[in-house]
């Protein structure tokens, strides 16, 4: 099945740039969604179709999706940014959704 | 607005059964695929199963087929997850979650439950 590989964590100081990868066997081809996720709470949608903010998610969050690599993009990090980050795609060949394993942003 | 609104979670032994409901409003539930999403305590997300708008087409994570069965009642604006031969792997908060389109990504989410499965 296809597997999609986040790192465990990232950290950022407020006011600098955090990046966060989603590794995946021709990822580039697919269209990827990113989902923010705060404790006790359910997932939200940040990123869709790899690049695309839905309503009221601030411009600084930003992705994109090339060839094994997509990356979502949190500039001007803030305190409420903290929470974890899943990344998500269909396969197609398996008929399953596919989620990365997460990766806990600590802003420091 | 669009709410999800998940009951049913509780404790159950092993080998027992469990259905949850996902109550759905503020939305056109009959024209919307619908997916359950599930995440183990400490864990990541795991998608469970996905069910089309009219229930003829039904997608289930290996680890649950033949145990798990998802189903919907249009009429009722509700979705269903009935799970039976529960295993202690299966403790998770469950959420039911609406796709944005076929094979999509999952816009709305409710709030979750928990399904605890431990003797």
């Known amino acids: 099945s296809y597997v999609l590989t986040q790192p465990p964590s990232v950290s950022a100081a407020p006011g600098e740039t955090a990046i966060i990868t989603c590794g995946g066997n021709r990822i580039g081809s697919k269209s990827v969604h990113w989902y923010q996720q705060t404790p006790g709470q359910a997932p939200v949608v940040v990123i869709s179709?790899?690049?695309d903010r839905p309503s009221g998610i601030p411009e600084r969050f930003s992705g994109s999706n090339s060839d094994n690599t997509a990356t979502l993009t949190i500039s001007r990090v803030e305190a409420g940014d903290e929470a974890d980050y899943y990344c998500?795609?269909?396969?197609?060949?398996?008929?399953?959704?596919?989620f990365g394993g997460g990766t806990q942003l600590t802003v420091l | 607005e669009v709410e999800l609104v998940v009951s049913g979670g509780g404790l159950v032994q092993p080998g027992e059964s469990l259905r949850l409901s996902c109550a759905a409003s503020g939305f056109t539930f009959s024209t919307s695929w619908m997916t359950w999403v599930r995440q183990a305590p400490g864990k990541g997300l795991e998608w469970v199963a996905t069910?089309?708008?009219?229930?003829?087409?039904?997608y289930y994570v290996d680890s649950v087929k033949g145990r798990f069965s998802v189903s919907r009642d249009n009429a009722r604006n509700s979705l269903y997850l009935q799970m039976n031969s529960l295993r202690a792997e299966d403790t998770a908060v469950y959420y039911c979650?609406?796709?944005?389109?076929?094979?999509?990504?999952?816009?709305?989410w409710g709030q979750g439950s928990l399904v605890t499965v431990s003797s």
């Open positions: 979650a609406r796709d944005r389109s076929r094979f999509d990504y999952f816009d709305f």
């Open positions: 069910i089309k708008q009219d229930g003829t087409e039904k």
């Open positions: 998500q795609v269909w396969d197609d060949n398996s008929q399953y959704a596919v």
């Open positions: 179709y790899d690049k």
